[in-house]
């Protein structure tokens, strides 16, 4: 395949690139108010905006031949649309706060969008990656800082400082361990001992206890919250304490298992700085 050829299939993919955009922008905007979808991340509308009169303006211009006075008002005009663009980017991310992370596999989407005006943020379940819908609102509003932390492909954790200088966990989670077959209860299931050399959880009927560097502290039912079928909280005086997810390898009670747990959990101890995660095996039913 000879230069000219490989030019011409460029241009025409620009061309395609653009209107494919454009159609899913249209697409976007018939169906927003109707399905209450909307992009994971307000500023993708933008974004998507300058790659279409972008790619359309160098297809054209690598397509058709202009005089120089059309490349010149081309150029301009395209100038101030990708600069209106920015501009109502920025002023658009002043009243919806963004916060968006990727999954490590490129799978997930995690979104929380916080309005600034009314101070309360949601949470979007994002479907085909690229649009979402508001699923829950998170109990405490952000007012410090932040971070999100991908405990597995399909686990997130969000960490924020909320009212009182208080760290809260907000988990986003995308799967579960038992293929869908039926709801399921994160902490009767890990019911047992997990351990690695540093740390152990001890799961009872009664309460789940974190053992570190010698000093125990139990947490009852009251200070255990569930998200979705892969992940709790664990929280003392009012603030979010420890994470526990599911691995990857973790496996239900069933005959296979001789009707205990098996495989591993994560424990994550909350905090904005910390980026640390413990991998625990089972050891035993008690």
């Given at each position: 395949m000879n230069r000219d050829k490989i030019l011409l299939i460029l241009k025409w993919l620009l061309?395609?690139?653009?209107?494919?955009?454009f159609f899913v922008q249209m697409g976007y905007l018939l169906l927003q108010d109707r399905l209450q979808m909307e992009y994971v991340d307000n500023r993708l509308f933008y974004i998507l905006n300058i790659l279409i009169v972008v790619c359309l303006y160098v297809a054209i211009i690598m397509l058709f031949s202009f005089k120089r006075n059309f490349h010149i008002i081309g150029a301009s005009l395209v100038s101030l649309f990708i600069i209106l663009n920015v501009f109502l980017l920025t002023e658009s991310n002043k009243e919806i706060k963004n916060i968006v992370s990727i999954s490590p596999n490129l799978t997930h989407v995690f979104s929380i969008k916080e309005d600034q005006q009314l101070d309360e943020a949601l949470y979007y379940r994002s479907y085909y990656r690229i649009v979402s819908r508001p699923k829950e609102r998170l109990p405490s509003p952000i007012t410090g800082d932040y971070d999100v932390r991908w405990l597995t492909n399909d686990v997130a954790v969000f960490t924020y400082e909320t009212t009182g200088d208080k760290?809260?966990?907000?988990?986003?989670?995308?799967?579960d361990r038992n293929e869908g077959v039926a709801y399921y209860y994160v902490g009767a299931e890990i019911q047992g001992v997990w351990e690695n050399?540093?740390?152990?959880?001890?799961?009872?009927p009664d309460e789940i206890q974190v053992i570190e560097n010698g000093n125990t502290t139990v947490y009852?039912?009251?200070q255990i919250h569930q998200?979705?079928?892969?992940?709790i909280v664990l929280e003392k005086e009012q603030e979010a304490d420890w994470v526990i997810a599911l691995g990857k390898d973790f496996k239900l009670r069933s005959v296979e298992t001789g009707n205990s747990p098996a495989g591993s959990i994560i424990l994550y101890k909350v905090g904005i700085e910390n980026k640390e995660v413990d991998t625990l095996n089972?050891?035993?039913l008690q």
């Open positions: 061309f395609l690139f653009a209107i494919g955009l760290k809260q966990a907000f988990i986003g989670t995308y799967g050399e540093d740390v152990s959880v001890v799961s009872s009852d039912w009251d998200f979705g079928t892969l992940a089972y050891k035993s």
